[in-house]
């Protein structure tokens, strides 16, 4: 396989990261490089290169991608006010090719984001 990602490594262990949550379907880590004061990516352990490859097969997975999204802002407790982005595609600012939700917010949620360049 040519294409393994920087995620799939992360998934496999073979690289470091702050996992914040993970089952049997995705993980959710802590971006390198947050953009935000929360910052969390949900990643599917089935590496689709971009939302727009998912397949109708796929529906359960990208429900259970939403679902986590929500407990994860639950968990860091900012789930009166986050956001969610996908990047789809290098000309929308998507830089890793495996698909991936990024979580945002302020740890305060007080509805006002620190950036807003995403
Ligand atoms: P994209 O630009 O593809 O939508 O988002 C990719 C995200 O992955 C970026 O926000 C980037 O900071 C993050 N990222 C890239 N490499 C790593 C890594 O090795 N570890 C972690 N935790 N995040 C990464």
Same mark, same amino acid.
């Given at each position: 396989?040519?294409?393994?990602?920087?995620?799939?490594?992360? @998934?496999?262990?073979? @690289?470091?990261?702050?996992? @914040?949550?993970?089952?049997?379907?995705?993980?959710?880590?802590?971006?390198?490089?947050?953009?935000?004061?929360?910052?969390?990516?949900? @990643?599917?352990?089935?590496?689709?290169?971009k939302l727009a490859d998912?397949?109708?097969?796929?529906?359960?997975?990208?429900?259970?991608?939403?679902?986590?999204?929500?407990?994860?802002?639950?968990?860091?407790?900012v789930e009166e006010a986050?956001?969610?982005?996908?990047?789809?595609?290098?000309?929308?600012?998507?830089?890793?090719?495996?698909?991936?939700?990024?979580?945002?917010?302020?740890?305060?949620?007080?509805?006002t984001f620190s950036e807003?360049?995403?």
């Amino acid at each position: 396989m040519t294409d393994v990602t920087i995620f799939t490594r992360i @998934i496999n262990r073979e @690289i470091p990261a702050t996992i @914040i949550y993970e089952d049997d379907l995705c993980i959710v880590i802590n971006d390198i490089s947050p953009q935000a004061p929360v910052h969390m990516l949900v @990643i599917p352990r089935q590496p689709i290169a971009k939302l727009a490859d998912a397949s109708v097969g796929n529906k359960p997975l990208l429900g259970h991608l939403l679902w986590v999204a929500g407990e994860v802002a639950r968990q860091a407790g900012v789930e009166e006010a986050f956001r969610l982005v996908i990047n789809n595609g290098q000309a929308a600012g998507q830089t890793v090719f495996h698909l991936h939700l990024h979580v945002l917010a302020d740890r305060d949620a007080s509805g006002t984001f620190s950036e807003a360049n995403m």
